[in-house]
Each structure stands twice: as C-alpha cells, then as structure tokens.
C-alpha cells in the first residue's frame, strides 16, 4: 500500500524524530499538572521505563506557566527528556507553553474562533473562518519558530471543527481535509516545525485516515513526520488489540514516525506495548504474511471446525465459506496477541473472509483461541460480541479514578453486547471525543459524574455508586428514569 513513505527529520528538544530515525515513543501524564512533584515524578517513570517523549495537559494559563517549574525540577534530577504540551481550547495557553516545552500539540478544530453547530457554511464563510483560524495562529507561529518548537496538528475524529463538519461530515476525508488546510496554513507562514495525527476510537477509521493523508501528502511532495495512535482504546487486552491493530498496521505499511498507544492504566504500562509493537513491525519492513492462510470451511479438520469464528453472528456454516486462518504453532500467546490483530486486519481488507480461526501450540497439542478471535472481530468493528467501551487514557485534567471506573462499567455492563459506552475523565473534552457512543459516563470536578446518551446530558454530578445504578437503569428500562435530572 503506502509503503516508503520517508518523512523529514526534525528535532524535538534533542531528539530526532522522522526520516530514518527509529520509531519514538511518547506517552502522557495523568497527574495534576499543577502538582509539580508528581508531574516529574511519572515523568522520570517513564523515562525509565523507555518513553522518549512526554504529554503533559495545560489547561489553563496557569497550568502552561506551571510547565517551567515541571522543567527546572526535571533538568534539576537530571532528566532532559523532550517536554510536549498538550492544548485543547485557549490559543492563549499554547502561546505561554510554545515558550517553554520543546513540542505543542494543538487541535486546528479549536481554534477557528467560532462555534456554529449545524451551520451551512457559504463559500466565502468557510474561506473566512480559515482565514481566521491562520490569523489567530500567526503569533503562536512566531513563539514556536523563536523558541524551535514543534507543533503538533492533533486531529481527532470526535472533535472536528464545525467547518469541516458541515463539508465533509465526521469521516476520515474530513480528518485529512483539516490536517491539510491546517498545513496549508503552516507552510503560508513558512513553519515547517510539524508533526500530524489523525487518531480515532475506531481502528478502521484511524487506519483509513493516515493512509489517506500519506497519499494526499506524496501528492503535495510533503513529507511531514506521523504520529499514530487509537484514542480512547480502553485498558487490558482489549485496549492493547485495537493499538497493535492501528498501529502496527500502519507501520507495516511504513507510515508512522513516532507513537502513543492509549491505555485507561498507568502511563508507564503504555511503554512496553509501545516497544513490543515497533520491534514486531520494525520500520519500512515488508511484511511477508507468511502465517496467514485463506482456506474453505470444508478444508478444514473436523475437530477444529467448532472454533471457527464467524464475522456474522448467525452464519450458516458451508463447505465454501471463506475462513481466515492464522497458525503460529511457535509463537508463545504473548507474542500471538502482537501478530494476529494486524495479520487477521490485512487478510479482512484483501479477502474478505466469513470467519476466523486462530490456532496455536500448547503442551505440543494445536488449540484455538476463540476469545482472541472474537476479540479481534470486535476490534475490527465486525462483530460485536460484548459491550463496546471507549476510555480516555486520562491526563491532568481527570478529576476522578478513571482506570477504577472503567473496570466497574465493564464488570457491570460489559454482557450488554450491541452498546458503546464510553468513560471520559473530564467534561470539557469528554463529551466532543465520545465517538458515536451510546452512553457516556463522564468525569466532572472531584468524584463526580454526568452520564449522557448519546450526547445529550441525562444526569449531572453524581457520585460514582449513584452513577452506575443510574446507568445500568438507563440502558436497561429507559423509561424508568426521568431524563435531565440534576
Ligand atoms: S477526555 Fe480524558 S484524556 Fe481527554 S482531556 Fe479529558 S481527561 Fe484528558
């Protein structure tokens, strides 16, 4: 597909990214960004633990002006490890932490001055507001080309702006479509400094979006660096399933130059997944799918039939039904979880087969993994086995115990196949990155809780306990409870 495909290499603090550099790793702090000492604390953890690069969230003015003192704590420890800012809404807040960290990222969505849900743009209106997004960006350009900042354009699929919604609606054109004007703008003031990202809860999507952006950018001969990631993954297996899909998919095309994998858990546990996932697709590796085989129901042996599972929850099974099937009678299951999501996700996308089966060694007898299966089809967006749960990693801006919380939804709701439930840690960001999920069970202020469906807000500040009672009602007896309580 988008094979060779080089960006340029930039520096990021000291740190070359891009070009034939090795895939970076980054992750991102969920302490209280005012909280100096914890901040540097999880930062040096994650330092240790193999992170290359560092998130931190600036809220607010105060929360960037409290960057300088993370940073003089850290470079007082000895760590110079490269510091990025993560900007959501204040064009006011990117300019004060351009100054100090060596990267921002930014969403171009938040920062076209207007908010028109629904509107129809006229031509002129939707030149117009570009042209307002590019004058409210010219002082952050001059801050970061002073200061040799990146900038990261951070594009999410739940958080396009207005504009691009109205012309392209939440689709991957649309996320590229920003991404590019958002270039287009960047390279008119002469700032090359950049990285991109497109990130989505859904892997198609989040897959379908960055090769798409690397064609239009051979197109444009651009060759600005990737960053890859599946947002809101959620935690344990499945969280893991849905990053090694996105994004070692990605990299066994050779696209990707750096890389966050999204878990609801401690940062730290982020990394090693992140570097298991580069050494298993190592940069602009071809992939040879040698383990990979498309065969006919009827082929396969009796006693192994039973495991097949099928994309389409009530398939007949037939003898000329098309059946995926991936062995790896040498691999331990550890590195199996590494292979299969992305060897079953290329196989889907050429052959489109009826059903999965995945079989490995143990105790020299060849077993299936059934729940594997299953969990990579819910992944892929193909079948839906169990409750869909989108999570946000968390950051400085959670309020409450996100990876507790989540853990209680799933314990909880998580026989309720069918449904999206997402679990965000703040209600300023939560709502806009739900992704199309049913139900929200939204972080707001210390311990407390708004739930939504769809995204409408049905109940506000509750606590956790209340909250979940509140849920499990909602989704099981709608009509049992009386909507915008609170
Ligand atoms: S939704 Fe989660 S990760 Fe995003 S800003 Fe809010 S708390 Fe942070």
């Known amino acids: 597909m988008n094979q060779h495909f080089i960006s340029n290499e930039i520096t990021v603090g000291n740190l070359p990214l891009g070009g034939n550099q090795p895939v970076r790793i980054q992750s991102m702090t969920n302490t209280p960004t005012q909280d100096t000492e914890a901040t540097v604390n999880q930062i040096i953890r994650l330092a240790k633990a193999g992170c290359e690069l560092v998130r931190i969230a600036a809220a607010d003015v105060k929360e960037a002006e409290n960057l300088k003192n993370i940073r003089n704590l850290l470079r007082q420890k000895g760590v110079d490890i490269p510091l990025i800012a993560d900007i959501h809404f204040q064009p006011k807040t990117a300019e004060i932490a351009a100054g100090i960290v060596d990267k921002i990222r930014i969403n171009p969505g938040n920062f076209t001055g207007?908010?028109?849900?629904?509107?129809?743009?006229?031509?002129?209106?939707?030149?117009?507001?570009?042209?307002?997004?590019?004058?409210?960006?010219?002082?952050l350009f001059n801050i970061c080309e002073k200061n040799h900042t990146t900038i990261r354009i951070g594009i999410?699929?739940?958080?396009?702006?207005?504009?691009?919604?109205?012309?392209y609606g939440n689709t991957p054109e649309g996320m590229v479509s920003s991404a590019l004007e958002f270039i287009q703008i960047c390279r008119e003031n002469d700032f090359h400094n950049l990285t991109l990202s497109l990130k989505a809860s859904s892997v198609p999507v989040m897959i379908k979006a960055n090769r798409l952006l690397v064609e239009k950018m051979k197109q444009h001969g651009w060759?600005?660096?990737?960053?890859?990631?599946?947002?809101?993954?959620?935690?344990?297996?499945?969280?893991?399933?849905?990053?090694?899909?996105?994004?070692?998919?990605?990299?066994?095309?050779?696209?990707?130059?750096?890389?966050?994998?999204?878990?609801?858990?401690?940062p730290e546990k982020e990394i090693p997944v992140a570097r298991k996932i580069i050494r298993t697709y190592p940069r602009h590796f071809v992939f040879p799918g040698n383990t990979i085989q498309q065969i006919r129901y009827g082929e396969i042996e009796?006693?192994?039939?039973?495991?097949?599972?099928?994309?389409?929850?009530?398939?007949?099974?037939?003898?000329?039904k098309k059946v995926c099937l991936l062995s790896y009678p040498d691999l331990q299951m550890d590195e199996i979880l590494f292979r299969a999501p992305v060897d079953f996700f290329r196989t889907w996308e050429q052959e489109k087969p009826d059903g999965l089966l995945i079989l490995h060694r143990k105790n020299n007898t060849e077993e299936s993994d059934t729940t594997l299966a299953f969990q990579i089809l819910q992944a892929a967006g193909l079948r839906f086995s169990q409750a869909e749960f989108i999570a946000c990693p968390s950051c400085g801006r959670t309020q409450f115990d996100i990876e507790k919380e989540l853990?209680?939804?799933?314990?909880r709701l998580g026989h309720l196949k069918g449904l999206k439930i997402a679990i965000m840690g703040c209600f300023v960001n939560g709502p806009g990155e739900m992704a199309g999920a049913d139900y929200g069970y939204v972080g707001t202020g210390k311990g407390k809780v708004n739930l939504y469906k769809k995204n409408k807000i049905i109940f506000k500040y509750l606590s956790p306990d209340e909250a979940l009672n509140k849920l499990e009602e909602l989704i099981l007896n709608p009509n049992s409870v009386p909507e915008n309580e609170g």
């Open 302 to 320: 009796n006693h192994l039939r039973p495991f097949v599972v099928w994309i389409k929850e009530n398939e007949t099974p037939d003898a000329e």
């Open 223 to 266: 060759n600005y660096p990737i960053h890859l990631g599946v947002t809101e993954a959620g935690s344990g297996t499945e969280g893991r399933i849905k990053s090694i899909m996105g994004i070692g998919t990605l990299l066994s095309e050779g696209i990707g130059d750096t890389l966050r994998v999204s878990l609801t858990e401690a």
């Open 114 to 139: 207007s908010h028109h849900k629904n509107k129809k743009y006229s031509e002129e209106e939707y030149h117009q507001e570009l042209r307002n997004t590019a004058a409210n960006l010219k002082p």
């Open 156 to 167: 999410n699929h739940g958080s396009l702006s207005d504009r691009i919604l109205y012309r």
């Open 407 to 411: 853990q209680r939804v799933q314990k």
